[in-house]
Nanobody, 123 residues
Framework: QVQLVESGGGLVQAGDSLRLSCAASGRTRSDYGMGWFRQAPGKEREFVALITWRHDTTYLGDSVKGRFTISGDNRKNMVFLQMNMLKPEDTAVYYC????????????????WGQGTQVTVSS
């Protein structure tokens, strides 16, 4: 079975930093990368970041570009999200997922998902 587990969330103040981690286990050979989405209560799921293994390319959502950085370890099927200069609007549940193909910002192109980790940023 494929399992993804996120960690590193918590409660911080605006301007603080957090580093999220995600580890994937199981059969993930068919996936081409790993990424992050986030979802706040009552809001649409939003693309955050993606790293592709084949060319080691990264993609960031417009709302986090310049503040967040994604990195990963292909051999270990792990991905990290370094979040700096956090804002209250970053408050959400953050999910990691395995990327298959197609438009990187479309959640339907991600095959397996973790349970999510809560990030709360106070003003």
């Amino acid at each position: 079975q494929v399992q993804l587990v996120e960690s590193g969330g918590g409660l911080v103040q605006a301007g603080d930093s957090l580093r999220l981690s995600c580890a994937a286990s199981g059969r993930t050979r068919s996936d081409y990368g790993m990424g992050w989405f986030r979802q706040a209560p009552g809001k649409e799921r939003e693309f955050v970041a993606l790293i592709t293994w084949r060319h080691d390319t990264t993609y960031l959502g417009d709302s986090v570009k310049g503040r967040f950085t994604i990195s990963g370890d292909n051999r270990k099927n792990m991905v990290f999200l370094q979040m700096n200069m956090l804002k209250p609007e970053d408050t959400a549940v953050y999910y990691c997922a395995t990327y298959s193909s197609g438009l990187y910002s479309y959640s339907g192109n991600y095959r397996y998902w973790g349970q999510g980790t809560q990030v709360t940023v106070s003003s």
